[in-house]
């Protein structure tokens, strides 16, 4: 069974950092991975899309790799802005019938 | 705007009452899923669905059932609900294998 973790759990950084966020599946036959951002109460929006023939995504101040040899995922945030505070997600998808599993959660807080 | 949208946002119920919860997209998706998200546990997938008339099973369906009847509605029926089904429940939504968006989120409390 795909299980994913997610390291640091929590992470507390003053604003302009640059910091990284890490994420890793047990069973490394990943199809597509996502990295998604959750607000408190609210919905999850998607952050990054890496498919299956990608390693690598970036969106503005945002960038995601994916090794599929050992099954690792970071999400890259530069120049951290107190509005980048909140829960980052990854998920991973076993195949193209997109059953994602979801990892734990990294609790980011950027300190103004 | 495109979204995916639930309905109740926010329910109270009690035991054995029974309920649904909808969600709809305008996307034209044919990929829908239910997810639900309890503390320390995480997201887990409830049903999804491939394209109308086309379920399967997630990680937790017990207690669950869903319908797909038209491409753009995926339900979530709850026959007799219990206390251990009280958490957040999420819809999402995709085209093939593209990105999943996610509904507001709907707070289900069965006493």
């Known amino acids: 069974k795909q299980e994913v973790t997610q390291i640091p759990a929590a992470l507390s950084v003053p604003e302009g950092e640059n910091l ?38 970036t969106s503005g101040r945002l960038n995601a790799s994916l090794d599929k040899s050992s099954g690792r995922s970071t999400l890259y945030i530069a120049a951290s802005q107190p509005g980048d505070s909140a829960t980052y997600l990854c998920a991973g998808s076993r195949n ?17 | 705007e495109a979204q995916v949208t639930q309905n109740p946002r926010y329910l109270i119920t009690v035991t054995g009452k029974k309920l649904t919860v909808t969600c709809s997209q305008n996307m034209n998706h044919e990929y ?35 319908s797909r009847k038209e491409k753009r509605n995926f339900p979530l029926i709850l026959e007799s609900p219990s206390p251990n089904q009280t958490s957040l429940y999420f819809c999402a939504s995709s085209l093939g294998a593209g990105e999943l968006f996610f509904g507001e989120g709907s707070r289900l409390t069965v006493l």
């Open chain 1, 96 to 112: 193209y019938g997109q059953n994602f599993v979801f990892g734990p959660g990294t609790r980011l807080s950027v300190l103004p």
């Open chain 1, 20 to 57: 990284v966020l890490n994420c890793s599946f047990t069973d490394s036959a990943i199809y597509n991975l996502q990295w998604f951002r959750q607000d408190p109460g609210k919905g999850l929006t998607s952050l990054l899309l890496i498919q299956s023939s990608q390693r690598e995504q």
């Open chain 2, 32 to 66: 829908m899923s239910w997810y639900r998200q309890d503390p320390g546990l995480g997201l887990r997938q409830i049903y999804y669905s491939m394209n109308v008339e086309v379920t399967d099973k997630g990680d937790v369906p017990e207690g669950y059932k869903v």
